[in-house]
């Protein structure tokens, strides 16, 4: 049976996996992603971890890539990735040239969604929403077993969701967007702006861990919870998903799942409001592991 490599594309680093047809990890290796040597330097490198993982198989491999952003379907080319040098650019098409085989390519968001319904906390479930709630904000939709990018590739793009109505202005032009309230950055500025501390958002969980928070903060926690209840409660109204998985470092906040839950619960347009909302099984493993279950598992 066939071997799966994976090939998280980040920012900062590049890592690649080797499963064996039954899912076992065979090989895990991860090297700096030569951002600032530009395009060129990233296709090669990307493909030299994929040779390298190559070397380490036994037998004909599949491989898949996961990075943030998409593949437009007008051009072919990457859109909306961080790794800005990369937009624009026929990404996959180069690295199959460069890898003389087929790259299923998909964003990092679906990737982790894949994994956790495979892998993680949304296995056993049919229709599975996973949440990026990190630096930015993403989604993925896995419905069988399969990611549902949708017609233009956009299935599951929950962060511009525009949340609030002439909201705060977000980086993709327009205003409102949830990643504009619900990313980790956007905490620490809206508790700066509450508070006058400028503490990072781990140090803003120990404060509340230890109890001495002021009023301003309670209210800064209370505004977060209300619009984390609409936002995933919209998704919940529309998809109707099994279980909605939440990742990112934002999802390490314990308090999205009992006060959060209740508003998420409070903005369900059904009688019943039981949908799960669970925290991640996976971690930071969950997007290479999705990358390497990319082939046959898009639509």
Known sequence: ?????????????????????????????????????????????????????ERAAVGETTLGIGTPGSISPGDGCLRNSNTVCLNGRPFRDDLERAVGRPVAIENDANCFALAEAHLGAGRGHRLVFGVILGTGVGGGIVCGGRVHGGRLGIGGEWGHQTLVRDGAPCYCGRAGCVETYLSGPALEASWREATGDSSGLPDIVRRFEDGGVSGEARAWKDEFLELFGIAIANVINLLDPDVVVLGGGVSNLWWLYDEGLERVRANIFCDVRDTPVVRNRLGDSAGVFGAALLPGATR
């Open 1 to 53: 049976m066939t071997a799966r490599i994976g090939i998280d594309l980040g920012g900062t680093k590049t890592e690649g996996v080797l499963l064996d047809a039954a899912g076992s990890t065979l090989e895990r290796l991860r090297r700096a992603t030569p951002q600032s040597a530009g395009y060129e330097a990233i296709v090669h490198a990307t493909a030299e971890l994929v040779g390298e993982l």
